[in-house]
């Protein structure tokens, strides 16, 4: 069965530090994977996905992914946090018929 | 100019009672989802439908029952609503796929917060 597993329901950096967010899936088939953002109170908005072109995948608001097989992994970074990047992400896998198969997600904090 | 709109916003309803979710896109996409994200925000598909024909049913109550009228609607009528209902129903659409070639984008609305009491 497919599956996404987030490491860490909470993270929290400075303001200017490095973002991390894992990723782990399983997938029998080669994945689709996605990185959606949901700030408080709104829907979901995609950040970045992964459609087995390049390994690195660069989204919106200097926001990138590293798509890593050997690892089963699909992990967020930003080189720089901004306290507008606050927000709950959610990592997630393509199933059968489009669905999406979401991780629990991180809520990122991002302190001055 | 909204791609995925959903109405109500906001629901707040007591227990027993039946109440309706209504979506709409204007985004020309031939297929709809319905998500519920629970109070610990875990997001899970609930259905979908694909030029109004049910494709994707995961194990809902039957209480819930999609309507699609038209490619553009995908509505969510709720039966007989429990404390366990209270979620947040969001709402998605894309173009059609059956997953294994390729994946279209899928948008999603704003959301609808149900609290039953």
């Known amino acids: 069965a497919q599956s996404v597993t987030q490491l860490g329901s909470h993270v929290s950096v ?8 894992r990723c782990n899936y399983s997938s029998s088939v080669p994945p689709y994977l996605f990185w959606y953002v949901q700030y408080p109170n709104q829907g979901l908005q995609l950040l970045l996905k992964y459609t087995s072109a390049a390994t690195l995948v660069k989204g919106i608001n200097g926001f990138e992914a590293e798509f890593k097989k050997s690892e089963t992994s699909f992990h967020l970074t930003k080189p720089s ?3 507008s990047d606050a927000a709950e992400y959610f990592c997630a896998l393509s199933g059968g018929y489009n669905k999406l198969i979401f991780g629990a997600g991180t809520r990122l904090a991002v302190h001055p | 100019d909204t791609a995925v ?3 109500p916003k906001y629901l707040v309803t007591q227990m027993g009672n039946d109440k309706s979710i209504k979506c709409e896109q204007n985004l020309g996409h031939d297929t709809m989802y319905w998500y519920k994200q629970d109070s610990k925000k875990f997001l899970k598909i609930m ?12 194990t809902v109550p039957n209480r819930f029952s ?4 038209d490619k553009a609607h995908l509505n969510l009528h709720i ?5 366990g209902d209270s979620a947040v129903y969001f709402c998605a659409s894309s173009q059609f796929s059956t997953g294994t070639g390729g994946f279209n984008q899928q948008f999603f609305g704003p959301g609808t917060r149900l609290t039953v009491l």
């Open chain 2, 5 to 7: 709109s959903q109405t």
């Open chain 1, 14 to 21: 400075s303001e200017g530090a490095l973002v991390l967010l």
């Open chain 2, 47 to 58: 259905f979908s439908y694909n030029n109004k024909e049910l494709i994707i049913n995961e």
């Open chain 2, 79 to 83: 039966n007989s609503l429990e404390l």
């Open chain 2, 66 to 69: 999609p309507k699609s009228p």
């Open chain 1, 81 to 83: 946090a901004h306290m």
